[in-house]
């Protein structure tokens, strides 16, 4: 039963192409996070949604657009790849008002050739 | 504004040694403080939190002490093993609205050698 769950595990493509990394989370949480992160561990969030509202959205290019079709899910479609943004993305969930914390999903490696 | 300052790594040390690693933080308000782990290959677990000042978070062996009046919250084991190597990232919650925005320090990479 995997709480928060990203697919896929692995992405390796060209540059210019456009993908999507898909998150689910099953825990009843009413927010949903991606997070970036590079080569030396640091965490950038990127967006955040509260029941399927945007409620952050850091600076982040145009050619990176989230969709929460509901509250367990959130998507992250990215166009016209570049070599800048190979990295490790972290989808994660919590509820808002709490501070129990987050649960990250075991993240998507997104490697641009 | 807020922010969280841990320790550069990597630290490494042997097994069955003492750890710390220390984190300090500037915010307004009263936050939430966490630690949080990521082993090699995983996404990050919440290793220990403390909401308070005054309150001790511990999990695994691990402790660490939420102290206002030096704005710290360090990491400590005992006796560390091997299958404590991983990467340590400490974070403070504070209130945005209705929600929670968290803040995150730079993580700090641990290895432990046999």
């Known amino acids: 039963d995997t709480a928060v769950s990203q697919t896929p595990k692995y992405l390796v493509t060209q540059m210019g192409n456009d993908k999507s990394i898909k998150c689910e989370q099953n825990?009843?949480?009413?927010?949903m996070y991606w997070y970036k992160q590079d080569s030396k561990k640091f965490l950038k969030i990127m967006f955040s949604y509260n029941n399927k509202e945007l409620i952050i959205n850091e600076t982040v290019p145009n050619r990176f657009s989230p969709k929460s079709p509901d509250k367990a899910h959130l998507n992250l479609h990215i166009n016209s790849l570049e070599l800048g943004d190979s990295a490790v993305y972290f989808c994660?969930?919590?509820?808002?008002?709490?501070?129990?914390?987050?649960?990250f999903g075991s993240g998507t490696r997104l490697t641009v050739v | 504004g807020n922010s969280v300052t841990q320790m550069e790594g990597p630290v490494t040390l042997s097994e069955e040694a003492f750890l710390t690693i220390n984190c300090t933080y500037t915010?307004?308000?009263?936050?939430?403080l966490f630690w949080y782990v990521q082993y090699p290959g995983e996404g990050l677990q919440l290793l220990l939190k403390?909401?308070?000042a005054d309150d001790k978070g511990s999990n695994k062996g691990f402790e660490a002490t939420y102290r206002k009046e030096t704005t710290s919250f360090h990491l400590e084991k005992g006796s560390v093993q091997v299958s404590d190597s991983a990467v340590y990232f400490c974070?403070?919650?504070?209130?945005?609205?209705?929600?929670?925005?968290?803040?995150w320090g730079l993580g700090t990479s641990l290895a432990v050698n046999p």
């Open positions: 825990l009843g949480h009413d927010t």
């Open positions: 403390a909401t308070k």
């Open positions: 915010a307004t308000g009263y936050p939430s």
């Open positions: 974070a403070l919650s504070l209130r945005a609205g209705n929600n929670r925005k968290l803040i």
């Open positions: 994660a969930s919590s509820n808002s008002g709490t501070d129990y914390g987050y649960t």
